[in-house]
């Protein structure tokens, strides 16, 4: 299982990538939501990201649409960066 960022992880079995989110708090045993299956690493991690920018946009909810918009695209940008994004991975076995 690989961590993403935050609460989110993606499982790869032999034919394809599982998008899962942990529901409990670090240090107790972990238990996921399955949130989607993907054919690809690319679509998985771009799943992620949706997922962590409406996360975002729900916390956010009493704020008018240009910001919402803007903070959308400064989220974006953030998690999808090639860079900024992989040096976050982090190999569990």
Known sequence: MMHI???FFIEKNQT???LKK???KKG???SCNHLGTY????E????AIKEMIREE????KSA???EIIYMMKQKYQELSGENHFFCKISWRV
Do not use: G, Q
């Not at 054919?39 to 690319?42: A, G, I, K, V």
């Not at 998985?44 to 799943?47: L, T, V, W």
């Not at 946009?57 to 956010?60: A, G, H, L």
């Open 16 to 18: 394809e990538y599982i």
């Open 28 to 30: 107790e045993e972990m």
């Open 22 to 24: 942990r529901m409990n």
């Open 57 to 60: 946009v729900n916390k956010e």
């Open 5 to 7: 960022k935050e609460n």
């Open 64 to 66: 008018p649409l240009h």
């Open 39 to 42: 054919s690809t690493f690319r």
């Open 44 to 47: 998985a991690r771009d799943a």
